[in-house]
C-alpha cells in the first residue's frame, strides 16, 4: 500500500531567463563528474557544498552498511567524514537519460564502491543562490545491489546445471538436495536462523540462497503458505499485483489484480519450492540465547516432535510486522457464555448462522470480516472505538499507485525494480508532504462517498496531517481501511455501528463505557497487534527486547508514532542494539525490496567482509 508523487518545486524566478542551455542529461553528467571528483579528492566540504541546504542523502547500505538517511549538509558531512575512505566511492553514472520536470532533473544511476555495485536516484535542481549554471542536489539515493565478487548466478552467470563430461560427485540433483536437508541443523548448522515463514521469511530465504548463505526458515504452520490459508475465508490482499511481487519470480501475467488467500499460500508454497528455500514446517522455536563471547545463538526448536538445538550466527526474527496479537482484557470476558477470539483466529461466517456478533475494532480486518457476516445474513455490530482513515480502493489504485504500480506504468516502461528504486528515493521526512495533494484529490472525488459515511454516523480522519494511508501505515501499521465495500455497508445500516471504548462484558452482551449494551454471542477482536519486539521477548527474554527498543514507526511524533526522529523504519531490516538480531516483515512489497538489502549484510558478515555500520539506531523508548 504505497502512493508516490514526484516533487511539484516550480523553478525560481530570477527575472532572467531559464537555463535551457544544457539538457537533462548533460546537467546530470556534469554534477555526477564534479561530485565523484570531489569523492575521490576525498574532499567532504566540496561534496557537502554540491548539496541544497535542506538536502536528503537515503542509503541503504551501500555507504552505511546500515539503512539510514541523512538530512541536510551537516548530517552529510559527518556520514562522508566517516564512510568515505571504506567505501571509496567511483563510477557514478546515469542508467538511462533523465528527465526534467517542474524545474527538478531526475535520473537513475549506477556506481561502485570497495566492495559492491549500486544503483540508486539523484534529484537536482537550480542552486538556491539563482546561479543559472550551477545545479545542487535535492535528493540522492544509494543503493547496494550487489557484492564484487560474491555475485548471484543469474543470467549469463548461471549454473549449468547438467553434468558434460566426468563429474567426481555422481549424485543426481533430487540426490544432492535430499542430503543437503538431511544434514543442515544436524551435521551443518545454519548461518542464518529465519524465524517465521510467511512472506516475509520466504522473500529473505530465497534471497539468501541465491547468494550461498546456509539458512533455515522455519515455521510453525503445517506447510509453506498457511498463514495465508487459515485466515478468514473471504480475505483477499489489498495491495495490486504490481505492487506484490516476489524477487526472482513475479506474478504471471494472469494473476488476479487482487489475489484471494488462499491463491496466495499456494503461490508461496509453489515458491519456496521452485527458489529452493531450505523450510522447516512443523517447526516451533522455545527459546534463543546469544553468547557474546562465541558470537552465536543456541536455539532450542521442536520440529515436528523432535528436539534440536540450532547453533547460528545471525537470528531473523520474520515473524510478521504486525507482531503478537493484541487480545484486550476487559471485566466480564470470564462470564460471556459465547465465543470470543482475535481477528488473526477468525474462521469466517461459516457457523455462525443465527447469532449475533460485535466486532471490537474499524480498522482493515474489522471491516472484511463484518462484510462477509452480514453478506450471510448474520446480525452484525462494529464498535469503532477511535477514528479511522478510509481510502477506496479504486482511488487508491488510479491516483495513489498508477504512476508506478499499474498495467499503465507496465506499459510506459516502468518496471518493479524501477518503481521500487524510485518510491524509495523519497525521504520519509517529507513524503507526506507529497501525499497530502493525493488525499485531497481523493477527498474530492469521493466527497458523496465520505459524506454519506459521516451522516451514519462514522468517525473519518486522514492522519493527523492529512496525508492518508501509507504515512499511517509506515508510521503506526493501523488505523485504515482499503475500502472494497464494507462501508457501503456501514452507511447504509447494514453493519451496525456503534462508538466508545468497551467497559464490560456480560454472560451475553458488550457493554460500552456510556452504558450502551450490545446483545452478542460471538466477539471478534479485530484490535490490531502489538511491536515485534514482543516476539523478541517471548523467544530471547525481555531484556532484549528492551536493549532493541521499539520495531516499527519513525518516530513522526504523530499518533502512536512517538519520537524522537529516526528518519527509518525503527529496527527494520537492518543491524539493532542486539549483536546478530535481526528483523524482517512488512507487506509483499516490502517484503521483496528489503529482503535484498539484509541478505546482502548477511552475506557480507558470512564471507567475513568488514561491515563498520554507521548511525546505529539508539533506543528512544520501549514497547
Not at 547496494?144 to 558434460?164: I, N
Not at 504512476?403 to 525494480?417: C, D, F, N, P, R
Request: overall charge negative; glycine content about 10%; hydrophobic content about 35%.
Amino acid at each position: 500500500m504505497t502512493q508516490t508523487l514526484e516533487p511539484q518545486t516550480s523553478s525560481p524566478t530570477t527575472g532572467r531567463d531559464e537555463p535551457t542551455a544544457r539538457t537533462p542529461a548533460e546537467r546530470v553528467d556534469r554534477w555526477l563528474a564534479d561530485f565523484e571528483s570531489a569523492l575521490r579528492a576525498r574532499d567532504v566540504a566540496a561534496v557537502t557544498s554540491m548539496f541544497a541546504t535542506d538536502c536528503y542523502w537515503r542509503d541503504l547500505v551501500a555507504f552505511t552498511w546500515n539503512l539510514k538517511t541523512v538530512e541536510g549538509r551537516e548530517q552529510l558531512a559527518d556520514m562522508l567524514t566517516a564512510r568515505l575512505d571504506d567505501t571509496a566511492p567511483e563510477s557514478f553514472a546515469a542508467t538511462e537519460t533523465p528527465t526534467e520536470d517542474d524545474g527538478i532533473v531526475t535520473a537513475f544511476l549506477e556506481f561502485e564502491t570497495a566492495t559492491g555495485r549500486g544503483e540508486g536516484m539523484l534529484r537536482l535542481r537550480q542552486a538556491a543562490d539563482g546561479d543559472d549554471d550551477r545545479d545542487e542536489a535535492w535528493t540522492l539515493l544509494t543503493t547496494l545491489q550487489e557484492l564484487k565478487g560474491h555475485e548471484e548466478r543469474r543470467g549469463a552467470s548461471r549454473v549449468l546445471g547438467a553434468v558434460h563430461g566426468s563429474e567426481p560427485d555422481a549424485r543426481s540433483w533430487a540426490e544432492r538436495r535430499e542430503a543437503e536437508e538431511a544434514e543442515l541443523g544436524r551435521s551443518s548448522q545454519p548461518y542464518v536462523l529465519v524465524v517465521g515463514g510467511g512472506q516475509g521469511g520466504i522473500a529473505l530465504g530465497a534471497r539468501l540462497r541465491q547468494l550461498g548463505v546456509p539458512s533455515i526458515v522455519v515455521d510453525s504452520h503445517d506447510r509453506p503458505g498457511d498463514q495465508w490459508r487459515g485466515r478468514y475465508k473471504t480475505l483477499c490482499l489489498h495491495d495490486p499485483v504490481w505492487y506484490d511481487h516476489l524477487p526472482y519470480l513475479p506474478f504471471p501475467d494472469n494473476w488476479p489484480v487482487f489475489a484471494p488467500k488462499d491463491k496466495i499460500g499456494d503461490w508461496l508454497e509453489f515458491y519456496t519450492r521452485v527458489m529452493e528455500v531450505p523450510y522447516w514446517s512443523k517447526t516451533t522455536c522455545t527459546s534463543a540465547s546469544y553468547d557474546e563471547q562465541a558470537g552465536r545463538w543456541t536455539v532450542e526448536v521442536e520440529r515436528d516432535g523432535e528436539h534440536l538445538t540450532l547453533t547460528p550466527t545471525q537470528l531473523v526474527l520474520a515473524t510478521g510486522m504486525s507482531g503478537k496479537p493484541n487480545v484486550p482484557s476487559f471485566p466480564g470476558q470470564d462470564v460471556f457464555a459465547g465465543e470470543q477470539h482475535h481477528s488473526s483466529q477468525h474462521p469466517g461466517p461459516d457457523g455462525f448462522a443465527g447469532k449475533r456478533v460485535v466486532v471490537v475494532g474499524a480498522n482493515n480486518s474489522a471491516h472484511d470480516i463484518c462484510k462477509a457476516l452480514v453478506e450471510n445474513g448474520i446480525d452484525t455490530t462494529m464498535i469503532q472505538r477511535s477514528s479511522t482513515h478510509i481510502v477506496k480502493s479504486d482511488s487508491l489504485m488510479e491516483i495513489g499507485l498508477g504512476a508506478l504500480y499499474s498495467e499503465q506504468a507496465v506499459a510506459s516502461g516502468m518496471t518493479t525494480k524501477k518503481a521500487d528504486l524510485t518510491f524509495a528515493s523519497l525521504p520519509y521526512r517529507i513524503m507526506h508532504e507529497f501525499q497530502i495533494p493525493l488525499y485531497d484529490q481523493i477527498r474530492e472525488r469521493d466527497k458523496d462517498f465520505y459524506g454519506r459515511l459521516e451522516a451514519a454516523g462514522f468517525d473519518l480522519d486522514f492522519g493527523d496531517d492529512d496525508s492518508g494511508l501509507f504515512m499511517k501505515y509506515l508510521r503506526r501499521g493501523s488505523g485504515y481501511y482499503i475500502d472494497v465495500g464494507a462501508c457501503e455497508l456501514v452507511a447504509d445500516g447494514t453493519i451496525k455501528l456503534a462508538h466508545g471504548q468497551v467497559d464490560h462484558l456480560t454472560e451475553n452482551s458488550v457493554v460500552l463505557a456510556d452504558g450502551t449494551e450490545l446483545p452478542a454471542d460471538v466477539v471478534v477482536y479485530a484490535t490490531g497487534y502489538g511491536s515485534m519486539n514482543g516476539w523478541a521477548a517471548d523467544l530471547i527474554g525481555q531484556d532484549v527486547a528492551d536493549r532493541v527498543g521499539k520495531v516499527w514507526g519513525l518516530g513522526s511524533d504523530t499518533t502512536k508514532d512517538p519520537g524522537p526522529w529516526e528518519g527509518e523504519q525503527r529496527n527494520m531490516w537492518k543491524p539493532t542494539q542486539q549483536p546478530g538480531l535481526w528483523f524482517h516483515g512488512g507487506n509483499l512489497h516490502q517484503s521483496r525490496h528489503y529482503s535484498l538489502y539484509l541478505a546482502l549484510q548477511l552475506k557480507a558478515r558470512f564471507e567475513g567482509i568488514d561491515t563498520p555500520v554507521y548511525g546505529l539506531q539508539e533506543v528512544h523508548h520501549l514497547s
